[in-house]
């Protein structure tokens, strides 16, 4: 039984836990062994291991090799490294580029919807379709089945149009050739549908996000209760008897530089969390690491950790060092302090009416791309910026429909579970406020008035940068 299902006495559902931090373990077992074995010795080698662990964690660390087998692995989205998801706009490997037709379609229909959700896939496919429910299913067919046939005589064209190199393939149809059996209009839809496709993987990427924010990214660093969401109080409130244990046994650490000052010598710590720590690792510990490291390094080190605990200067550590958590901190969502202030599901929203953006101009765009790249021997792929004036005159009912789908089968939020058995059922019926599509809308607008970067080289930063991590990844394919 589910937690959320139980009943109390008088038979009325028992409230979902939300953001019982006492109920997510630490792993100081581990997270000890792995200070240990990179030994640090003074603050960079304390920052290093920090960074370290947070590359491993977030999968910073994977090569973009790495990235492109585990994305594509089509595992669950729950199962996917932060920095995996960050990366969905890799071009698919040359070794799954699909080699018959029916390889071509399961593609397509991964990219849909790898948890195999029939209503999440019908609805992405009728936004480019142009079909009523119950056709979508023929159409793909026959996208792939046209597809597919281009890799006879133009495997090129093919491999460039299924990996998402989009901007080579419009730039193949003037420099090449147009696909035997193809006009250079439809060669044009084939592309505007594959990168349709790829931008509904994109939104399911930053819905993948939105979900690993509510249940915690911090891998095995520690792990909260299934079903339980983990706002952005959780690690505060986790960390929190950490830090007062490591301020506490680091004041009674005396240098000899204080001993010489007459410190007096502190009692061993009766701290339990320091008791199960020593019983875990000192078994396995090589004495001779100690010996390694000097007392004047140790003294050293021990007063770097005294002076990184006092004044990094961030939310964590400057809520940490309190004894109760900021209300206005407190209540915040994780995905809020990520991603400035976006909701988990203004996040997907984000997402969404971009792609209903791309639905409604980029074929127009792809066109005007390969007028313009055929007039010359220039590249010029097009510029997809965010404008609410291209949204389509239906664009909200769309919106909802595809954010109900992706909380359904990625999100999986405690709100949605309110919903009527209508909605759980796929038909698409919402019960509540799409208010979250204005504060998407805003956030996109807020982030175009944001300046550039003065260097094409420089990257993105403020709600530029969150807003391009989050969008559909279409103007980098176009580019490519």
Request: with cysteine; net charge neutral.
């Amino acid at each position: 039984m589910k937690l959320s299902d139980k009943k109390t006495d008088n038979n009325k559902p028992k409230n979902k836990p939300r953001n019982f931090a006492r109920n997510v373990p630490r792993n100081l077992k581990r997270l000890a062994k792995t200070v240990i074995k990179y030994r640090p010795i003074s603050r960079r080698g304390l920052l290093n291991v920090r960074d370290w662990l947070f590359a491993e964690i977030w999968g910073e660390n994977l090569s973009s090799e790495k990235r492109q087998a585990q994305l594509f692995s089509f595992e669950p989205w729950d199962k996917l490294k932060m920095a995996v998801m960050d990366s969905r706009d890799l071009p698919l490997p040359d070794n799954i580029v699909p080699d018959s037709a029916a390889g071509l379609l399961e593609l397509c229909k991964k990219l849909l919807d790898r948890s195999d959700d029939g209503y999440l896939r019908t609805h992405f496919v009728t936004g480019w379709a142009g079909v009523e429910h119950g056709f979508e299913d023929a159409e793909l067919r026959a996208f792939c089945e046209q597809l597919w046939q281009t890799s006879a005589n133009d495997p090129d064209f093919y491999r460039l149009v299924v990996r998402g190199d989009h901007g080579s393939a419009t730039a193949y149809l003037t420099k090449h050739r147009i696909p035997v059996g193809l006009t250079a209009e439809s060669a044009i839809r084939l592309i505007y549908r594959m990168e349709l496709i790829w931008c509904a993987h994109d939104a399911q990427a930053s819905a993948g996000r939105a979900a690993r924010s509510m249940k915690g990214a911090f891998s095995w660093l520690h792990s909260n209760v299934e079903g339980e969401r983990m706002c952005a109080g959780t690690p505060i409130a986790i960390w929190r008897p950490v830090y007062q244990m490591l301020t506490e046994n680091t004041d009674r650490y005396r240098t000899n530089e204080e001993a010489r000052g007459g410190k007096a010598e502190a009692k061993p710590t009766r701290h339990d969390d320091v008791k199960n720590i020593k019983a875990v690792v000192e078994p396995t510990l090589q004495r001779e690491m100690l010996r390694d490291i000097s007392r004047k390094d140790r003294d050293h080190l021990l007063a770097d950790v005294r002076d990184l605990a006092e004044s990094q200067d961030d939310i964590f550590w400057n809520e940490i060092r309190k004894d109760k958590t900021s209300e206005e901190v407190a209540n915040l969502q994780m995905s809020q302090i990520w991603y400035r202030g976006l909701t988990p599901l203004q996040v997907i929203s984000l997402a969404v009416v971009r792609l209903i953006q791309m639905e409604a101009t980029l074929e127009k765009r792809i066109a005007s791309m390969y007028r313009h790249t055929g007039s010359t021997d220039a590249f010029y792929p097009p510029v997809l910026a965010f404008s609410q004036s291209e949204l389509p005159e239906n664009w909200r009912k769309r919106a909802v429909q595809l954010v109900d789908d992706l909380r359904r089968t990625i999100l999986n939020d405690c709100d949605h579970g309110s919903r009527n058995e209508e909605v759980r059922e796929g038909a698409g019926v919402t019960s509540h406020s799409n208010d979250y599509l204005d504060e998407a809308l805003r956030f996109l607008e807020e982030a175009n008035q944001e300046p550039l970067p003065n260097a094409p080289s420089l990257p993105l930063t403020g709600k530029r940068r969150t807003a391009s991590l989050l969008d559909v990844a279409a103007e980098t394919r176009m580019a490519r």
